[in-house]
């Protein structure tokens, strides 16, 4: 049985920083490109950030410079460092990979 579990999500003020990450289980985690996505209160779910086995990453333009995504095949996680946060950055962060998705955990940027 696959399952992706997030966690770090909460609530942060403007400009600071969090640390997202996703335990993977029930896969062949160094085999898969690992995904982040995001979905705001009344908008679709957004491409953030992708890790592939050989460790290449892509990010959306709206996070680039901020957000970091890394992978710890031994351990079977994947991260998402967070700095800079944004208002507009508030959403449910969900890991992904091949046809599997986590619940997801909120991340609230508020003061």
């Known amino acids: 049985q696959v399952q992706l579990v997030e966690s770090g999500g909460g609530l942060v003020q403007p400009g600071g920083s969090l640390r997202l990450s996703c335990a993977a289980s029930?896969?062949?985690?160094?085999?898969?490109?690992m995904h982040w996505y995001r979905q705001a209160p009344g908008k679709e779910r957004e491409f953030v950030a992708s890790i592939t086995t050989g460790g290449a990453t892509n990010y959306a333009d709206s996070v680039k410079g901020r957000f970091s995504i890394s992978r710890d095949n031994a351990k079977n996680m994947m991260y998402l460092q967070m700095n800079s946060l944004k208002p507009e950055d508030t959403a449910v962060y969900s890991c992904h990979a091949t046809v599997y998705w986590g619940k997801g955990t909120l991340v609230t940027v508020s003061s």
């Open positions: 029930g896969i062949i985690f160094r085999f898969n490109t």
